[in-house]
């Protein structure tokens, strides 16, 4: 039987096109059920979510379900920590690495941030590194911007492949240390490029920390943009922007609460 060899690559070509777009469309969990719900089913492969909350709104409970969930479908997962010392980050991820599978450590990269910015250099943090564990690393840069983002484009180049998650905590800090203008600069070539790269990045932005136009800016060359605000003892979402999402009830404020590391929405 004959068989035409251009018209067989064409076929391939076809199918494998077809493969492409159906994976631009599926969704991808943020680790809750009901948040995936609300925005419709998921987040799509390169869209980055700005989380701006509000102190006591379990902004980190968000952030763990997204990690677990990525590392749970296999994903690598890359954290960026500016507020926290090594050892805090240590003890924060205590309760999350109890739940997460057999050989999460090859999926999981902590990057401290914070040691030689915030934390100046301390040899309380340095000696740390003595006998780390292999998956939290120190980044020496962070203190500068440009050196910064310059380590930031060998992550992106030699770490990131489709569907790797990012979470970057926090903008706010970024911001203190490097200043307005930096941090803008550095979100407005990075948010493109982990899109362009089919990433799924949260980013943290405390809330009423920051002047309009910081904001603006940031939201505008965001995908998604979440705020979660407290009112006496009651937490709530809204999604401020949503992407391709046009249905009004994606924008609805919602009650949740929060219990151990389940976030759970008022029905």
Known sequence: MYIDVHCLDKILLMHETLRLCMEKEKRYSTGIQDLDKIIEGGLFLGENVVWEAESGTFAREFMNAFIKQGIEEGHSVIYLDFIYPPQAIIFHFQPLIKQLPKGWEDKFLVLDCFTDAGGQGELVFSDFYDQAPSWIRKVPSSKDPDRFHHFFGRIEREFVTPGTRLVFYSLSMM?????????????????????????????????????????????????????????????????????????????????????????????
């Open 175 to 267: 911001e203190q240390i490097w200043g307005q203008e930096a941090v803008k600069t550095f979100f407005s070539h990075v948010c493109p490029a982990l899109y362009a790269y089919e990433t799924l990045a949260y980013w943290l932005l405390i809330k009423h920390a920051h002047p309009v136009d910081f904001i603006t800016k940031i939201e505008h060359t965001t995908q998604i943009a979440i705020d979660l605000s407290k009112e006496q003892d009651r937490t709530y979402l809204t999604v401020r922007k949503g992407g391709q999402r046009y249905s009004p009830s994606v924008y609805k404020k919602r009650e949740y609460s929060a219990k151990g590391s389940e976030i759970t929405f008022k029905k």
